[in-house]
């Protein structure tokens, strides 16, 4: 069975600061990862994603991830935290030796909050 | 404008009060699936369809049913509710295969379910 861990509830960090959001998978094969962001009484938004290929990713907003094989980890970054980042922030994967194709696997999410 | 659209926003209900919480997009996306979010537990998924006539289980199917008559429409239907599914859901669409091809989910703004 494919899992995801975010291992900190919540992360806390200064405006201007580099923010850091902890994600480990476990995927049978190679695993499809994404990160996605919900705001306050919205949706979730896709942020970014890996499939293949480099294995820093950049995605919205200035956010970028980088893929670690051995240590089977997706962290979220950001060179530069903004107030208007504060949001909760799941990571997900899909294996791609899943039985059913279409399952995404989410993480339990961390709240970012950033503070002047 | 493209979107994925849940209705209602808030609903409350008594125990074994059929109900249907719908879901609609625009975007002529092939794949559709229906999560619930809980605190500390994240997203999970309840169902997913992959196109018209074909819908499949996800991780808590139990207690719900999904139908796909149509490609934008993909209602999720609560026969007999009880308290435990008093929760956050939110329906997603996708092209193609879904995140099972690496796209990306488009969510719905969810709907506030509380089983009285």
């Known amino acids: 069975a494919q899992s995801v861990a975010q291992p900190e509830d919540q992360v806390n960090v200064a405006e201007g600061n580099p923010l850091t959001v902890k994600c480990t998978y476990s995927?049978?094969?190679?695993?499809?990862l994404f990160w996605y962001v919900q705001y306050p009484n919205r949706g979730l938004q896709f942020l970014l994603k890996?499939?293949?290929?480099?294995?820093l990713v950049k995605g919205s907003y200035g956010f970028e991830a980088e893929f670690n094989k051995s240590q089977t980890s997706f962290h979220l970054k950001k060179p530069s935290a903004l107030v208007s980042d504060s949001a909760l922030y799941f990571c997900?994967?899909?294996?791609?030796?899943?039985?059913?194709?279409?399952?995404?696997?989410f993480g339990t999410g961390t709240r970012l909050q950033v503070t002047l | 404008e493209a979107q994925v659209t849940q209705n209602p926003r808030y609903l409350i209900t008594v125990t074994g009060k059929k109900l249907t919480v719908t879901c609609s997009q625009n975007?002529?996306?092939?794949?559709m699936s229906w999560y619930r979010q809980d605190p500390g537990l994240g997203l999970r998924q309840i169902y997913y369809?992959?196109?018209?006539?074909?819908?499949d289980k996800g991780d808590v199917p139990e207690g719900y049913k999904v139908s796909r008559k149509e490609k934008r429409n993909f209602p999720l239907i609560l026969e007999s509710p009880s308290p435990n599914q008093t929760s956050l859901y939110f329906c997603?669409?996708?092209?193609?295969?879904?995140?099972?091809?690496?796209?990306?989910?488009?969510f719905g703004s969810g709907t506030q379910l509380s089983v009285l």
């Open positions: 997603a669409s996708s092209p193609g295969a879904g995140p099972g091809e690496g796209e990306k989910l488009f």
């Open positions: 995927v049978s094969g190679n695993p499809y």
């Open positions: 890996y499939i293949t290929g480099d294995n």
């Open positions: 997900a994967v899909r294996g791609l030796n899943t039985g059913t194709a279409s399952k995404l696997t």
């Open positions: 975007m002529n996306h092939e794949y």
């Open positions: 369809s992959m196109n018209v006539e074909v819908t």
